[in-house]
């Protein structure tokens, strides 16, 4: 695997490359149309900022490390290699097609099964979060940690309701009906990438959701981890990239929440 001086030497250019594309979202927003949203899926809209977002950062990132794979949202590249980029070019599609802040560059590198790279670049506040394995987590170069508060009561969480897949819907409401009654309150921003970033800065204090892609969270995550904070699955495993649900919290309060998520969702 790479060193860590040579992980931070390419943190900084993966930056520039988020930041890059972030600066063409930006740009398309001021003049974006309803009319050019195009639909996947059930509640699932996608654009042709979205796709060139991706294009742009898939060749950016190919120049950066020759022979890397992609796994990536919109398909513009699929192989996989030693080392693997997983990206969201624009996580938050729905807010940004709506004009509602906020939404998100997300590029993570994943090498052996683990996540040693991430950047998270928010556009709309021209925020970049980023971390490398082992070397703390960042937002705008000063380094950033999770919050220190301890239990539930004190917190405020962060979720994405389902868009699809309702299969667990009931599961579902009933945590939000627990938190509703248990915490400070419940926020859903609208893009998972930012969700973990902000838990990892401290702005919440924990987060939850299902029905997520390995794009949605690869970048995220480890920002959270390299901030101090704790990432698993419903079931306190570590099937989170895959597993298309996730669990994350300041290490003070995790195991309330995580015990919570798990006996709504066994």
Same mark, same amino acid.
């Given at each position: 695997?790479?060193?860590k001086?040579?992980?931070?030497?390419?943190?900084?250019?993966?930056?520039?490359?988020?930041k890059?594309?972030?600066?063409?979202?930006?740009?398309?927003?001021?003049?974006?149309?309803?009319?050019?949203?195009?639909?996947?899926?059930l509640?699932?809209?996608?654009?042709?900022?979205?796709?060139?977002?991706?294009?742009?950062?898939?060749?950016?990132?190919n120049?950066?490390?020759?022979?890397?794979?992609?796994?990536?949202?919109?398909?513009?590249?699929?192989?996989?290699?030693?080392?693997?980029?997983?990206?969201?070019?624009?996580?938050?599609?729905?807010?940004?097609?709506?004009?509602i802040?906020?939404?998100?560059?997300?590029?993570?590198?994943?090498?052996?099964?683990?996540?040693?790279?991430?950047?998270?670049?928010?556009?709309?506040?021209?925020?970049?979060?980023?971390?490398?394995?082992? =070397?703390?987590?960042? +937002?705008? $170069? @000063?380094? %950033?940690?999770?919050?220190?508060?301890?239990?539930? !009561? /004190?917190?405020?969480?962060?979720?994405?309701?389902?868009?699809?897949?309702?299969?667990?819907?009931?599961?579902?409401?009933?945590?939000?009906?627990?938190?509703?009654?248990?915490?400070?309150?419940?926020?859903?921003?609208?893009?998972?990438?930012?969700?973990?970033?902000?838990?990892?800065?401290?702005?919440?204090?924990a987060?939850f959701?299902?029905?997520?892609?390995?794009?949605?969270?690869?970048?995220?995550?480890?920002?959270?981890?390299?901030?101090?904070?704790?990432?698993?699955?419903?079931?306190? =495993?570590?099937?989170? +990239?895959? $597993? @298309?649900? %996730?669990?994350?919290?300041?290490?003070?309060?995790? !195991? /309330?929440?995580?015990?919570?998520i798990?006996?709504?969702?066994?």
């Amino acid at each position: 695997m790479k060193s860590k001086e040579e992980l931070e030497t390419l943190v900084k250019e993966v930056m520039a490359i988020a930041k890059l594309a972030g600066h063409y979202i930006r740009a398309e927003r001021e003049q974006f149309s309803y009319s050019k949203v195009e639909i996947k899926g059930l509640n699932d809209l996608v654009s042709h900022v979205d796709k060139e977002s991706e294009r742009m950062v898939v060749t950016e990132l190919n120049r950066l490390l020759k022979g890397s794979g992609f796994l990536v949202e919109e398909n513009t590249a699929s192989e996989k290699g030693e080392y693997t980029w997983i990206v969201d070019p624009l996580d938050g599609t729905t807010n940004f097609v709506h004009g509602i802040p906020c939404y998100a560059v997300s590029i993570g590198l994943e090498h052996k099964g683990e996540i040693i790279l991430g950047v998270v670049y928010e556009v709309s506040r021209d925020e970049c979060f980023s971390a490398v394995a082992s =070397g703390g987590a960042f +937002l705008n $170069g @000063k380094p %950033i940690f999770v919050s220190e508060r301890k239990s539930l !009561s /004190e917190s405020l969480i962060a979720t994405g309701f389902p868009i699809y897949n309702f299969e667990h819907l009931d599961n579902y409401l009933m945590v939000l009906k627990e938190l509703m009654q248990t915490t400070q309150g419940i926020r859903r921003i609208g893009s998972a990438a930012s969700d973990l970033c902000y838990l990892a800065c401290g702005r919440v204090d924990a987060f939850f959701e299902y029905n997520l892609n390995p794009w949605d969270v690869a970048a995220g995550a480890l920002i959270v981890r390299e901030a101090g904070g704790i990432v698993k699955d419903f079931n306190n =495993g570590n099937k989170w +990239l895959f $597993g @298309k649900q %996730i669990c994350a919290g300041n290490p003070l309060l995790f !195991s /309330e929440f995580s015990s919570l998520i798990n006996k709504h969702f066994t």
